[in-house]
């Protein structure tokens, strides 16, 4: 139980292009997703929060508008990266938190997905 | 904020050794912390899940200490095999939030 998905596994786009990544939780309701975003031979730095049906919550130095997240339902959130530019080529990888009254949701644990990696050439 | 800190930055073994990785915390009100193992290109596997009342957690070969007071937490693994050969993360959950470690490299020569 509890898959994360994430779709595409890997993008490559032209610079100035937008690319949408989803995350799905395929097993469980998810009330909350977050983003990831991963550089090489770093960790993973949080980007921001998104509850179903409420604006996501960025995290400091995230551009809400470059970064368009999107938690339209409980087992779907995306990730569309607008205008990209070289710079944004990275790992983005999303997590599911399990909602109220299902198992492993006390614990807050997070599911991670498998990653998208994004080449902006 | 929270940082967290794990050393070493890379470790190679030979085949059989034990290993032992560190990672510390600076902020010690953490929900609780996780230990994920992570291949080239890929996602993250959850190892080892601690609660913060709890000292340490075992899965097999596998075993997760913490001292929350001291903000440290200590990865063991027993008899290592090429396989275990990944990046392994430490991360911590503070309202609401992970915040990870930069990993622990590990290559376990055969």
């Given at each position: 139980?509890?898959?994360?998905?994430?779709?595409?596994?890997?993008?490559?786009?032209?610079?100035?292009?937008?690319?949408?990544?989803?995350?799905?939780?395929?097993?469980?309701?998810?009330?909350?997703?977050?983003?990831y975003r991963q550089f090489p031979k770093q960790s993973l730095m949080l980007m921001?929060?998104?509850?179903?049906?409420?604006?996501?919550?960025?995290?400091?130095?995230?551009?809400?508008?470059?970064?368009?997240?999107?938690?339209?339902?409980?087992?779907?959130?995306?990730?569309?990266?607008?205008?990209?530019?070289?710079?944004?080529?990275s790992f983005y990888i999303?997590?599911?938190?399990?909602?109220?009254?299902?198992?492993?949701?006390?614990?807050?644990?997070?599911?991670?997905?498998?990653g998208t990696r994004l080449?902006?050439? | 904020?929270?940082?967290?800190?794990?050393?070493?930055?890379?470790?190679?073994?030979?085949?059989?050794?034990?290993?032992?990785?560190?990672?510390?915390?600076?902020?010690?009100?953490?929900?609780?912390?996780?230990?994920?193992?992570q291949?080239?290109g890929k996602g993250l596997?959850?190892?080892?899940?601690?609660?913060?009342?709890?000292?340490?957690?075992?899965?097999?070969?596998?075993?997760?200490?913490?001292?929350?007071?001291?903000?440290?937490?200590?990865?063991?693994?027993?008899?290592?095999?090429?396989?275990?050969?990944?990046t392994?993360l430490?991360?911590?959950?503070?309202?609401?939030?992970?915040?990870f470690?930069a990993g622990?490299?590990?290559?376990?020569?055969?």
């Open positions: 139980g509890a898959v994360v998905s994430q779709h595409p596994s890997w993008v490559i786009c032209k610079s100035g292009t937008s690319v949408k990544i989803e995350c799905r939780s395929l097993d469980f309701q998810a009330t909350t997703m977050f983003w921001a929060t998104s509850n179903e049906g409420s604006k996501a919550t960025y995290e400091q130095g995230v551009e809400k508008d470059k970064f368009l997240i999107n938690h339209a339902s409980l087992t779907l959130s995306t990730l569309t990266v607008t205008s990209a530019h070289p710079e944004d080529s999303c997590s599911a938190r399990a909602g109220p009254g299902l198992a492993g949701a006390w614990t807050y644990e997070q599911y991670f997905g498998p080449t902006v050439t | 904020k929270q940082e967290v800190t794990q050393i070493p930055a890379a470790l190679s073994v030979p085949e059989g050794e034990n290993l032992v990785l560190n990672c510390s915390f600076t902020d010690s009100a953490i929900y609780n912390l996780q230990w994920f193992r291949d080239p596997t959850s190892l080892l899940l601690i609660q913060s009342s709890q000292r340490e957690q075992t899965s097999g070969r596998l075993n997760a200490s913490l001292d929350k007071s001291s903000g440290r937490s200590t990865l063991y693994i027993a008899a290592s095999q090429p396989g275990d050969s990944a392994y430490c991360a911590v959950l503070n309202d609401y939030k992970l915040s470690g622990t490299t590990v290559t376990v020569r055969a």
